[in-house]
Antibody
Framework: QVQLVQSGAEVKKPGASVKVSCKAS????????FSWVRQAPGQGLEWMGW????????NYAQKFQGRVTMTTDTFTSTAYMELRSLRSDDTAIYYC?????????????WGQGTLVTVSS | DIVLTQSPGTLSLSPGERATLYCRAS???????LAWYQQKPGQAPRLLIY???SRATGIPDRFSGFGSGTDFSLTIGRLEPEDFAVYYC????????FGPGTKVDIK
């Protein structure tokens, strides 16, 4: 069965960077892409961007352009999301989610979420 | 970016009742690119509907999606206790966005 397991919670200071991992199993890794979605405490869902596990092509939300980098490692079937220049309003749960079908942005499988807290 | 508006913000109903949730887009969305998700407290969202009206794997047939253009809806035929949750619509254009959510709570 498809599983996405994310790295553990992080506490960062303003201005720092965070890198969250998402290890996939149960399917052919390169056949699908990943979106990253975040959810601030008590708030709704915010799409951050997408990366193809096949060729590394990416599409970032304009809000995060220049501050986010998404990558994949096909050898370990792991997707990564790095967010730089952290601010307090970046405090959120960050989810990775796999496409429902290759190249779509319908999110059929989700990781458990990684809480990132930004605080001085 | 396409802005999605969901209504109502909160829907208070009893188990067994029918729920209808609405999602309106600021510009036309291809039906192929409209999805609905359910999220329970402390859990990741779950895909319910994709392509505006297709149920995802394992989703009960009491969940139905409708709509086209700028107006979409999700109907839950008869609410089960496990259906009380927050529901989000999502459009999957070039820059996907989510609606703010509708909370379905127990009356």
């Amino acid at each position: 069965q498809v599983q996405l397991v994310q790295s553990g919670a992080e506490v960062k200071k303003p201005g720092a960077s965070v890198k969250v991992s998402c290890k996939a199993s149960g399917y052919i890794f390169t056949s699908y892409g990943f979106s990253w979605v975040r959810q601030a405490p008590g708030q709704g869902l915010e799409w951050m961007g997408w990366i193809s596990a096949y060729n590394g092509n990416s599409n970032y939300a304009q809000k995060f352009q220049g501050r986010v980098t998404m990558t994949t490692d096909t050898f370990t079937s792991t997707a990564y999301m790095e967010l730089r220049s952290l601010r307090s309003d970046d405090t959120a749960i960050y989810y990775c989610a796999r496409d429902h079908s290759g190249g779509s942005y319908e999110l059929a499988y989700w990781g458990q979420g990684t809480l990132v807290t930004v605080s001085s | 970016d396409i802005v999605l508006t969901q209504s109502p913000g909160t829907l208070s109903l009893s188990p067994g009742e029918r729920a209808t949730l609405y999602c309106r887009a600021s510009q036309s969305v291809s039906s192929t690119y409209l999805a609905w998700y359910q999220q329970k407290p402390g859990q990741a969202p779950r895909l319910l509907i994709y392509g505006a009206s297709s149920r995802a794997t394992g989703i009960p047939d009491r969940f139905s999606g409708f709509g086209s253009g700028t107006d979409f809806s999700l109907t839950i035929g008869r609410l089960e206790p496990e259906d009380f949750a927050v529901y989000y619509c999502q459009q999957q254009g070039i820059s996907p966005t989510f609606g703010p959510g509708t909370k379905v709570d127990i009356k």
